[in-house]
């Protein structure tokens, strides 16, 4: 693969973006707390957020460079990142866990007049404790405490042409998995062990690690698309759907594919034509300047032309640092689209009640439309015998 | 393996210590919001949580069964849980994203003079938005939000047969998997292949999926133990670690195992002895009754009198659901070691400055001492050529 990570240039690139929507909001330093924005911001990558145990911080201001305030833990792998400015303490620590240490850091850079900005709003989590959040708010009052969300999903929305070559190269690696799903997957074949096998290839394949997978099968369909799977072994008839996210140097792909087991029935076969289909015109149609509403639209009114039942939820949504990311293609997300966005597009069909069939495709918005990261879905289910 | 996830009868008696403790405290019902929680509350089990478009909510009042507010993505797997009160919303949902089944939801569970317990303490994150916590908080007052940390923990730290059961089965996993690293790991291996493979063979033995690996490798010791691996190769005179949370059935291990890479100076090989025999002597010395940082202790003395720095952070941590629990083996944490609790022992060594050495061990409190989870370390470093 290309090489790993990204030059101080893209990651000051990203902090004026910030510091830009920082300014017009009014907001003098950003608290950020997820894994996906430190690493946004810093390029610290590691897969230790799978500990909760320790919170970890990271300021932008709104003018100067950001500031880690991490468990000592970290400081041997903050220190190799582009940001200079790392203060750590001993956590776990009882009683103060980095609160004293945030609280000063914070007071140094925000006047007593001053706002921070926290993503508190729709997709978003802040990861720390609620008591110490609320602690840290109380003790550096009157300073405001106000929602970032807009300010960060904004900015992390739009990737950088860096970004979509990472995230194209996990595609490549999900595509040169899908096309080897029939050396282990068919009649007989326990899904679990399916399962296992198609992390075992994803890694085969170049995945740094595999973050998420799931699936599902059935005859005529599958009844959900988050389960783990189960002992079931495959039978003649069924649909097997298989979904991932893998991760290379730190970004996601998100895409499904579906294969028929030996002869599955023609409602099957409309099905996945309505939702090729679907996905053709919607690709045609996307332009910066709708709304994310639309798509959702565009995607419904082909399944419906072509007779088939839209299924319910989001039929598609952001790809990028997480497996989803904003925007929503829901009836509901005004979101508008802007060239730079890598999104899936998800359209689901509800065959019969509990049986469902989605088809996913990861791709990125340009000016003049779409273009594909992920390999095109074969138009007709592929049949493992 | 052994069947998968528990019976009725399980959930039913961790509720029954929630409720119990609940019943102590005055809190007239908990809102859970992680996926530990809710898996811990449910059997409810996806890697959907990857996921963080979504919040999910399991509310348990002090008497009564459980009820399920969640996204209606997860109502068909939450269907097959013992939970019967489950409401869905359509998420996400701009403005509005299960707020108000959320608070309605709480209100018909708890009186108005009543008490809502959040873990919001050390170890703990609201996995929320934020502003939808402090709206839920607005509108359900003058019900009083307040700390669970303690109920949750101290239920969740005793671990059930039932239980221990799934994290030795976990450890086997990893056993299986050390003993074949010489299959891959060598003078002239890649780093990143290295742990790529490492994840490979954790899933030929069983694993479900890998959540966590780490590693370091450099000569005479490694820089720090939470680094993703990068494309150094192995050479002679490098210590290599690798560690791993493998996941089996929704319980993790965590530990890790040291290797030598041709030939090692004798000042690893004296850090590896204090640190195999510092284990030895706490695992001897454990009991129900100490305190956690009595473990600490014991191992820093260990230590010492073999001439060894003991390295800094936390010595050891709980395990289970998560791949780090509390308590943590610090000088600061005085939580008292009950019999049923799974932990680590995790000395480290400092061999020289940013050259650390660290050995990993998974155990289970029992009355009468420490019962191992993992197949003990080698005394000695195994030899890779």
Redesign the interface.
Known sequence: MAE?GFPPSEFRTRVTALQARMGVAGIDALLLT?A?DVFYVTGF????W????RPWFVLVPVNGDPVAVIP???S??MGQSWVSDIRTW?A????D?GVSLLVATLAEMVPQAGRIG?P????????????D??TVADRLAPRAFV?A?DVVQRVREIKSEAEISKIRAACRVADACFARVPEYAGPGARL?QV???F??VL??E?????????GGAGQGGY?????????QVLVDGDVLMLDT?AVLDGYFCDFDRNYAIGSVGDEVARAQAALFKATEVAMAAMRPGMVASDVHQILCDSLRQSGATPG???LG?GLGI?????P?F?P???TELRAGMVLTLEPGVEIAP?RILVHEENIVLRERGVELLSARAPEQLPVLR
Do not use: C, K, N
Not at 124 to 129: F, G
Not at 206 to 214: E, F, I, K, L, Q
Not at 223 to 231: H, L, T, Y
């Open positions: 790993r997820t996906a990558l590691t897969r230790f799978e500990s909760p145990a000592s833990i970290g041997e792998l001993d776990p620590m009882p009683g866990d926290v508190m709003g729709l997709e978003t989590q802040v990861r720390m404790p609620l008591g959040y609320l929602d969300t679990d399962f296992r096998d992390q075992r890694l085969e170049g995945a740094d690690w595999v973050s998420y997978t799931a009844g959900d698309v988050i389960s783990p799977a189960g002992p996210g319910g939820g989001r949504h997480t497996l989803t990311e904003w929503s829901t509901h997300d005004q509990g």
